[in-house]
């Protein structure tokens, strides 16, 4: 955990409410999105308003972590020099059962296993004793 060298999400007095209680929640590896009171709509990424109709309210959820892997690439360049030792690496798009579709990457498994349509679960990467970051594995069976 002492190891983690790759950039981080700041959490500080400066952070904003709903990125806090979306962190927070995952340093209890617990993947939350904002709900939708007046439509049910889930809306990632975190914003001040429903994306479907506007309304300011909503409740944070706390999805099952479960979904299917969209679509995926191999990074070969690194955008930051703390990835590059593990590229290529993939970057993969995993579609939630929810409905969001979530940036990440897949780990637990060699790129030459992963499919489209395959199903997914949140694997948390404990980065250090406050954040957790949701990674995703294949899921087995
Ligand atoms: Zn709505």
């Not at 002492?2 to 209680?21: E, G, H, Q, V």
């Not at 439509?39 to 479907?52: D, E, F, L, N």
């Not at 349509?117 to 949140?122: D, H, I, L």
Request: charged share 25%.
């Amino acid at each position: 955990m002492a190891d983690y060298t790759k950039p981080l999400p700041r959490i500080d007095d400066n952070t904003d409410a709903d990125s806090r209680a979306f962190w927070d929640a995952a340093g209890e590896h617990r993947l939350v999105m904002q709900r939708c009171t007046q439509c049910g709509h889930i809306r990632w990424p975190i914003g001040p308003v429903c994306t479907q109709c506007l309304t300011e309210e909503f409740e944070w959820q706390t999805l099952s972590g479960r979904g299917e892997l969209h679509s995926w690439v191999n990074f070969h360049q690194p955008f930051h020099p703390e990835w590059a030792k593990e590229a290529p690496y993939n970057v993969a798009l995993v579609k939630l059962e929810e409905g969001p579709i979530f940036l990440s990457n897949m780990v637990e498994c060699e790129d030459s296993e992963l499919a489209v349509g395959a199903a997914v679960e949140v694997a948390w990467e404990d980065a250090t004793e406050q954040i957790s970051i949701p990674k995703f594995r294949l899921l087995q069976d």
